[in-house]
Nanobody, 124 residues
Framework: QLQFVESGGGLVQPGGSLRLSCAASGFTSGAYAIAWFRQAPGKEREGVSCIGRSGGRTNYIDSVKGRFTISRDFAKNMVYLQVNSLKPEDSAIYYC?????????????????WGQGTQVTVSS
């Protein structure tokens, strides 16, 4: 059964960093694009970053460019999101997801498999 388990969230002060992890099981995640989404209370879920099948192609929403880095470890079947210089507006539940496509999409509706999420709270 295809499954994602996210971890690494927590409470950090503005300017702090976290490394979010997404452990995939039940399939070879390296064969597909994997995306990170986030959802804050009262807001729609938004795509934050995505990494293509080969790992060479990545994309980010403008608000996180230069602060977040997505990467993947094919051997461990893991995808990571390094989040630096965190701001209060980054507070949200972060999810990893796949639509079993080789390329990235920013549309929530094209992703069929989701993890349970990990909470990131940025506050002083």
């Amino acid at each position: 059964q295809l499954q994602f388990v996210e971890s690494g969230g927590g409470l950090v002060q503005p300017g702090g960093s976290l490394r979010l992890s997404c452990a995939a099981s039940g399939f070879t995640s390296g064969a597909y694009a994997i995306a990170w989404f986030r959802q804050a209370p009262g807001k729609e879920r938004e795509g934050v970053s995505c990494i293509g099948r080969s790992g060479g192609r990545t994309n980010y929403i403008d608000s996180v460019k230069g602060r977040f880095t997505i990467s993947r470890d094919f051997a461990k079947n893991m995808v990571y999101l390094q989040v630096n210089s965190l701001k209060p507006e980054d507070s949200a539940i972060y999810y990893c997801a796949t639509g079993l496509s080789s390329s990235c999409s920013g549309s929530v509706s094209e992703y069929y498999y989701w993890g349970q999420g990990t909470q990131v709270t940025v506050s002083s």
